[in-house]
């Protein structure tokens, strides 16, 4: 009984281990399969944000690849037009012997634009005058006898007319064969539709070099007809959604089980659709467990729960990170080449070129820095919406440009208005031959104009553009990044929308051998008294060439010398008492701190110095009424109580001022003249000997009697009374005689 109780109890014992072995053991799995499906599910999410940006960066490309290649075409376009040997075939053909000399030069012309425009394969050209076509591919023929002719067929049975034509408007794209054919209208003198012009282009090329050979494009024109798409499946899903997929406001958005980004040219000429089943971007990577598997791995490998636990977030961690080191690519890129170009050290600096996608590899380093002209100016005048848009369209476009040209291009926004571009290139890159140099330096001024002239036509602003000397290690980029910076320096010399290369700038002597302000303040103060603004103009110049030649640190202490001028001349005016403020209606110092170019400066300083010659001479001739008019009320009054304060007073003046407006005219000063006036009265008087010297002294104006003979004996060395004694024997004698 006893012994039964026991193996009950023991049985009862075991059995409540095994079930609490088994809810451990259920515990773990469950904590295990909850931790696999949260991870799962982490990591789908995670590879989906990583699908989708991927998908949109793929897209932004294909975008600026298009946008370009566009512009490309409406500029090829517009060269034709200005043709004179083709438009002159157009106006006034003559017999096909009489015309063949003529066609030639067109048809070279033609062949010419194919060898330099990759993926350009043919043109042909209509005269509708006279039927005949002339094409790279068949010397001349009628529009019958053409075995392309289904291109023009088509364009002119749209009804398209020259005149709507813009350099902007895709007019009938039509796929023919393995080409993509672009029709434009030409108009004519004699009629509105003159002829047509073909531009053929390889449609392999479009679809790998522009579109990126992706079969998930649609590219549309204005009325929303396709123009190009790799997949039947994403035309067909395109005409059945057309409305929607061309309507709704979002860039991007889905539409039934499809992702959609749609982008449009800036003039609505076309536009681009990337179309992505959502299938695929929910779909995981090749060899990916499957979540029932993952579920039974975890349930029989509980025990190792911890060891896969931790291999497994070991995992998720690097692809996080490689994630973000996708998402944040650009950025990246644009902080390692700020470093190269301030001269950071860098460790493991080819490792990290990898890791960024940056090539490293060149022969040769160049850097150009673009400068806005007034930008701030231009900016106070822009909401915030513009400034973003702006600020992005011309980073891009010189972005782009530069590499179309140059694959080892990269760009930052290096300073407020500045535009850092770092290039790198191989010596020998010439095409037809391998050993001959390129001519890097032309093709950097046909890069740096365009984007300066692509910029003036969108925005009306203009830019400047400093370009350093080659380098050829990575560790002196930093210098090319100092010249350019430096050539840039002289764009207060060189101009707006210049192009400077450090090359060939000057190499002087240092600021301190150029000429003091003093020297040149004295003598603008100089041509200012003689009114010549001929003469204060070759100053001026004479001032720039010195600092020119002295180097870049002379041309930066320039703006400041105009200042140190600008001072001389306020201070001249002052002096003469003319108030510029008050003439220019401005702070002037305000107002010349606020150009930017040297050229500018310069003629807002002459246009100050004019306002001062024109005030002196006005001035002049008022002080020399006012000096007249003073001059005769004394020689009226000199002989009456008179002082300089009582004169002063009565013509609203001041003393010092009146006194130096007397000096100016008579060359002595005013108590000298009435005193000079009061003797010669004293002498007349003194002939009559009924006069008493104190009656002489009161008709003259004096206070008291010996004040006269004070100042009598100052100018004849005796007093009154003898010298009229002195001059009545002198009169006698005369008589006498």
Known sequence: MINDKWMDSLMWTDKRKERIISAIFLLIALISISAVFLYDYSNR?????????????AHERAYSSLYLFTRQLSSIYSQQLLDERLNHWLRNPGELKEDMYELSYVQKSFIGLIQSHTGLESIYLHNTR????????YMISSLQQFPHREVFEEYY????????????????????GEQLSFVFGIPSKLSMQGGAISFNYNLNYIKEEVLGNSQSFIWVDEAGDIILTDSEAHRQFYEEHRKALLTTQQTSFQVKDHYIIRSEAPDGSWKLLTIIPLQELYAMREGSLTRLGVVVTSSVLAALMPHIYFNMAKRRRERWFRTKVQANLTDMQKGFIHDLLSGKPLQD???????????????????????IDDYYHHLMTKSHQEKLLMNK??????????????PAAYTLNAEYAKIAVLIGYREHE?????????????????????????????????????VSMPVREVSQIHEAYVHALSALEYKSVYGKGSMILYSQLPSG???????????????LASCLHQGDVSAIERLLDELISSCIAGGTSAVSALHAWFGNLLSGVMKFAIEQRIDLNKHMKEDVFFRLYSYEFIEDKKRYLLDVCRVIISELHTDQSRKNETAEWIIEYIGKNYDKPLSLGLLADKISMSPSYLSALIKSHLGIGFVEYVSQLRIQKAVRLLEDDT?????IAEQCGYDTIHTFIRQFKKTHRMPPNEYRKIRKREMGKQEIL
């Open 157 to 176: 049975s749209s009804g398209a007319s020259s005149v709507s034509v813009t350099t902007s408007t895709l007019n009938n794209p039509r796929i023919k």
């Open 509 to 523: 002597a240092s600021s301190g051998e150029v000429s003091s302000t003093y020297e040149y303040t004295d003598k």
């Open 130 to 137: 006279i039927d005949r076509i002339l094409s790279t591919s």
């Open 691 to 695: 006069l008493s010297v104190q009656e």
């Open 349 to 371: 600096l080819h490792k990290k070129a990898e890791e960024y996608q940056i090539d490293l590899n060149s022969d040769v380093y160049q850097v150009v820095v673009f400068e």
């Open 393 to 406: 369209v011309i980073f891009n476009a010189i972005h782009w440009t530069f590499r179309l040209r140059f």
């Open 45 to 57: 999410r995670d590879y989906l944000a990583e699908r989708v940006y991927g998908v949109e960066r």
């Open 430 to 466: 010439a095409s037809g031959d391998p050993a001959a140099p390129r001519d890097v330096e032309q093709e950097l001024k046909t890069v740096v104009r365009y984007i300066q002239q692509d910029i003036h036509e969108q925005f009306g602003l203009t830019v400047c553009a400093g």
